[in-house]
């Protein structure tokens, strides 16, 4: 098999691994005691490089080891019972790829994961290899994410975070009963393992760099982690507040949602026609909305809901459901206060709060700083006046964002759990 | 490099230049006012020195004694001194739009001079408006440009990128690839104004007309080896379920398909 179809195959492999962020570092080049500059840099921003025809950025060359696995996962395209071509890299095709890509400036660097085809010490050392020689023997620079195999070693993840500048392992699955249940091979004990062991060593590594600066550095752009949506039961309450836990807990610098594409025939899964895809939109932005704009992840279905809505985004929804908070007046309101207006972002929020520091703001000033005032309008005043009644009932036709057009393409999940059953549900253990 | 007084008219005139387009925001900012008008001898072909009066500095070599030297680095000092970061970052980024919005871009420094340097915060001036916009659009697309230029070695071995931007960006973009290609050389080729950067033997370069272009390979060079692996991953990595060409052409708009290998000619 030559490099190119391994490529393809390992490259297809990877594709449903949602990741590809090449933010959250800044390192340059080199190899030490070398004057010269070694190729590659990376910056906190990161760089996207191309957009593939589902609109998704590539940043890195995301490609597995091997595809050959050991598991059975019922969701997962490579398990082990899947009549797929298999292929495996050698460590230096890998870096020449990498090294050869970066150059042309395809790619900002790697991004490597691998099916589990032996012991999870040895797949994780076939990782750490091709990242030792990128930065020990090329002096490489890019950008290097590498997934935490579970179940390895933690000598072995503590060199992986040496050399990487991201880590991660997949979560998959929302509860310890779907993974049970749809890969029974995974344990969500080893999977919370590998994340706490990182958070701990990023953890040590803040504190000694406090009083050392040559200490070398853990994984700097943090971890992440994955969560396959609508191939479990789950509701989205449930998957918000792991996702809240993720962040608060293990100090998760991003949790992806990937909506469970059907790529098997497998009983213990749901029918679904097309991925579940304003579902996922949807989470992304209750994630944004606790990430960026001091939401809690209990505000966000705070009302006995399990899921979030299809026709409105969750921001919106929670306003509707909290008239008392509403109008904020944009002379006034505290930063926080105007990030929970629907209509208004993070930028909008400060271009208001350097605005008005100036003077006063008018109505028609606010779409110009790119408030979105057909939504703002309702939830906003101006010099104590309100610029619309709100009136949540009519508003809810009115706020609708297109979710609802989309909706054939998203099924709900295959049966619907109350919040009780959800909370017991929350079954992994971050104590 | 120079700027004139303003005219009878209203009008102020440079000569396109960075130097004197910041020449003439010192004068809007010292001056407390702003033209009607500005002409730029790039743009309008005017007769720029007719209208010139004596510029606050000169280039170094036109010094005829210490004195004047000192006089014109002080001068220069001025200038910097008076701009805040943010406003001198508006000045640079509306030099490259190759936008005409010159005179707006004065009042706002006029203004400054009257209010502070935060007016460039003032999202209620629709000159800010303007000129922020303006400024972004420039920012946008050097963002983009650092993701989508694509290096193949050239006829010397030099790795050299071909962009067609719409702003005059490339010499924004040599920072960011002097430190992604560490010690190694390379090449920027605007070819929409035959204009090249190179930095060979650690040492940088700038050329125009067809000098520039001969960094870049030949019309029908055939793809490369490692081109054709990564149109190969390219066509892979993608997720067939999720297809989505709309926010593809969003995200990386038609106009810079054809330097990119992945897709040109899609």
């Known amino acids: 098999m030559d490099l190119g179809e391994k490529l393809e195959i390992l490259a297809a492999a990877a594709r449903y691994d949602a990741s590809c962020a090449s933010s959250g570092s800044s390192r340059a080049g080199g190899l030490p005691g070398s004057a010269k500059s070694g190729l590659g840099a990376s910056r906190p921003a990161g760089v996207c490089h191309s957009w593939t025809g589902d609109g998704r950025c590539v940043s890195l060359l995301k490609v597995l080891y091997s595809n050959s696995c050991h598991k059975d996962c019922a969701y997962c395209v490579n398990r082990s019972s899947a009549e797929v071509e298999r292929a495996s890299f050698t460590a230096e095709e890998l870096v020449s790829l990498t090294l050869g890509f970066y150059r042309r400036n395809y790619i900002e660097g790697l991004f490597l994961s691998s099916g589990i085809f032996a012991d999870a010490d040895i797949v994780m050392e076939k990782l750490v290899e091709v990242a030792r020689i990128l930065r020990e023997r090329e002096g490489f620079g890019g950008y290097i994410h590498l997934k935490a195999i579970p179940g390895s070693s933690d000598k072995l993840l503590r060199k992986a975070g040496l050399y990487a500048d991201r880590l991660s392992a997949n979560i998959e699955l929302p509860t310890a009963s779907s993974l049970a249940r749809l890969a029974p091979q995974k344990s969500g004990q080893e999977i919370l393992g590998a994340m706490r062991f990182m958070s701990q060593a990023e953890a040590e590594c803040r504190e000694d760099k406090g009083r050392l600066r040559s200490t070398p550095r853990f994984a700097p752009a943090g971890q992440s982690t994955q969560l396959v949506v609508g191939a479990s039961p789950e509701d989205d309450r449930t998957i918000i507040r792991l996702a809240g836990a993720l962040y608060g807990r293990l100090g998760m610098r991003r949790v992806y949602y990937s909506a469970f594409v059907p790529v098997s025939t497998d009983p213990r899964l749901p029918l679904l026609k097309s991925p579940p895809l304003v579902r996922e939109h949807r989470l992304y932005q209750a994630d944004w909305l606790m990430r960026f704009y001091g939401f809690k992840p209990e505000e966000i279905l705070d009302s006995g809901e399990a899921n979030l809505s299809s026709e409105l985004d969750p921001k919106t929804a929670w306003a509707l459901r909290h008239p008392e908070f509403f109008p904020v007046d944009v002379e006034r309101a505290a930063y926080a206060a105007l990030l929970r207006v629907p209509g208004v972002g993070v930028t909008g929020a400060g271009r208001i709060v350097s605005t008005r520091r100036i003077g006063h703001i008018r109505p028609e000033d606010l779409g110009r700083m790119g408030i979105v005032m057909k939504r703002a309008r309702y939830f906003i005043s101006l010099g104590g006046r309100p610029l619309s009644a709100l009136e949540p009932d009519s508003l809810r036709l009115q706020l609708a964002d297109g979710g609802a057009s989309q909706a054939s393409s998203w099924a709900p999940p295959l049966q619907s759990m109350s919040a009780n059953t959800a909370k017991t549900q929350l079954e992994f253990s971050f104590a | ?266």
């Open chain 2, 1 to 266: 490099m120079k700027a004139s007084h303003p005219c009878s008219r209203g009008t102020w005139s440079y000569d396109g230049s960075l130097e004197g387009l910041v020449l003439l925001a010192y004068k809007a900012y010292s001056e407390g006012a702003a033209p009607e008008t500005v002409a730029n001898a790039l743009s309008d072909g005017g007769e720029l020195f007719a209208l010139l009066g004596p510029a606050p500095f000169e280039p170094a070599a036109q010094y005829s004694s210490p004195a004047d030297f000192a006089m014109a680095a002080e001068n220069a000092g001025s200038v910097l001194r008076a701009f805040s970061g943010g406003l001198f970052d508006l000045i640079l980024r509306i030099w490259m739009s190759e936008e005409a919005l010159e005179p707006a871009l004065l009042r706002i420094c006029a203004e400054a001079a009257l209010h502070g340097p935060e007016v460039i915060a003032d999202h209620g001036s629709a000159d800010v408006r303007l000129i922020s916009r303006a400024a972004f659009r420039v920012n946008h697309e050097i963002d983009r440009l650092e993701g989508l230029a694509r290096f193949s070695p050239g006829p010397t071995g030099l790795f050299c990128a071909p962009l067609a931007p719409d702003a005059n960006i490339a010499a924004a973009l040599l920072p960011h690839f002097s430190r992604r290609f560490g010690s190694e050389d390379f090449a920027l080729v605007d070819v929409k104004r035959s204009i090249v950067f190179a930095r060979q033997d650690g040492r940088f370069s700038a050329s125009s007309g067809d000098e520039a272009l001969a960094y870049l390979p030949g019309p029908g060079t055939a793809r490369d080896e490692e081109t054709e692996l990564w149109c190969r991953y390219f066509k892979a990595t993608e997720n067939p379920a999720r297809r989505n060409p709309d926010l593809q052409r969003r995200l990386m708009p038609l106009r810079y398909w054809r330097y990119l290998p992945e897709i040109a000619g899609a």
